[in-house]
C-alpha cells in the first residue's frame, strides 16, 4: 500500500501562490505516475494535471490555465504543485494520486492511491 501525503496549502490573497508538495512511502517515487486532482464543496472532483513516470506533464486547460506547474523531485521522493496568480476559484481541496499507468490520467478512477488532501482557499 502507497501512503501519499499533502502539504503546503492554506489561506491566501487572490493572486497569491502556493507549492503544494506530494511525499511518499514508496522509494522509488519516480516510478508513479502522479496526478494533483481537486475537488471544491458541492462539486466533482476535477482534474488539475500530472506528471508520467516516464517524464510528460499533462494539465488541464480548464483549471491550470498556464498558471500551474507540476515538478518532481527524485531525491526528495516528492512532486510538487506551484500555483500563481490564484484566483477564489482555485478554492479547493488539493489531493495527489498515484498509479502505475504509463500516462497521465484525467479520470480520478485511474488512480489507485490517495493521500488525504490538503486545503487551498484563495481569499478575493
Known amino acids: 500500500q502507497v501512503q501519499l501525503v499533502e502539504s503546503g496549502g492554506g489561506l491566501v490573497q487572490a493572486g497569491g501562490s502556493l507549492r503544494l508538495s506530494c511525499t511518499a512511502s514508496?522509494?522509488?517515487?519516480?516510478?508513479?505516475?502522479v496526478g494533483w486532482l481537486r475537488q471544491a464543496p458541492g462539486k466533482e472532483r476535477e482534474f488539475v494535471g500530472g506528471?508520467?513516470?516516464?517524464?510528460?506533464?499533462?494539465y488541464s486547460k480548464d483549471s491550470a490555465k498556464g498558471r500551474f506547474t507540476i515538478s518532481r523531485d527524485n531525491a526528495k521522493n516528492a512532486v510538487f504543485l506551484q500555483m500563481n496568480s490564484l484566483e477564489p476559484e482555485d478554492t479547493a481541496v488539493y489531493f495527489c494520486a498515484a498509479s502505475r499507468y504509463g500516462r497521465v490520467s484525467s479520470s480520478a478512477a485511474d488512480y489507485m492511491y490517495w493521500g488525504q488532501g490538503t486545503q487551498v482557499t484563495v481569499s478575493s
Open positions: 514508496t522509494r522509488p517515487f519516480s516510478t508513479y505516475t
Open positions: 506528471i508520467s513516470w516516464t517524464g510528460p506533464i499533462t
